[in-house]
C-alpha cells in the first residue's frame, strides 16, 4: 500500500489554495472546478460545500447511498486534531523567515526537542485551522 494523497476538507477554497500556493511556492497542478485542487507534493484540497450546493438527499448517478450516508453525519468542526501535516525543507531559518514575511497564517515560533536526537521544527496554521509543522536543517 502507497499514500496516494492527502486531501484537506476547506472551507474558502479560493483563500486555502492562495495559502498553500505560497506555502508550497508552486502552481496547483489541476483542479476540478471549485470542487478540487491538486497539488503536486500529494496534498490535495477539498471544497466541501461544492457536494453541498449539488448533493440531494436521495442516491443519484452522482451519489450512491453511503456517500450520502457519510456525508450528512456530523463530524463536528473542521479543525484537524488529530494528524499534524509535516513538511520538511532545506533550510529550516529561512523558511520560518518566509512564511514570516508572507504574513499567511499564524505562526509559531521556533520549537528545539533533543529526546532522541536533537529536532528543530515550527508550525503553521492554515486558514481552517490545521497545524503545520514545518522542519528542517537548522544552525544557529
Do not use: C
Not at 528545539?112 to 497545524?131: A, R, S
Amino acid at each position: 500500500m502507497t499514500l496516494g494523497t492527502t486531501y484537506i476538507i476547506v472551507g474558502n477554497l479560493e483563500k486555502s489554495v492562495e495559502f498553500y500556493r505560497l506555502l508550497l511556492q508552486e502552481e496547483p497542478l489541476h483542479s476540478n472546478d471549485d470542487r478540487w485542487v491538486q497539488f503536486s507534493n500529494k496534498i490535495a484540497l477539498y471544497n466541501k460545500t461544492y457536494d453541498e450546493k449539488i448533493i440531494g438527499r436521495e442516491p443519484s448517478e452522482m451519489f450512491n447511498q453511503a456517500y450520502l450516508d457519510d456525508f450528512f453525519k456530523s463530524i463536528g468542526t473542521l479543525k484537524n486534531d488529530l494528524v499534524v501535516f509535516n513538511f520538511v525543507v532545506d533550510d529550516l531559518k529561512s523558511e520560518y523567515q518566509r512564511l514570516k514575511n508572507l504574513n499567511i497564517g499564524d505562526v509559531s515560533e521556533l520549537m528545539y526537542v533533543n529526546v532522541h536526537m536533537p529536532y528543530w521544527y515550527f508550525n503553521i496554521i492554515d486558514p481552517d485551522g490545521n497545524i503545520l509543522e514545518i522542519t528542517g536543517r537548522y544552525e544557529q
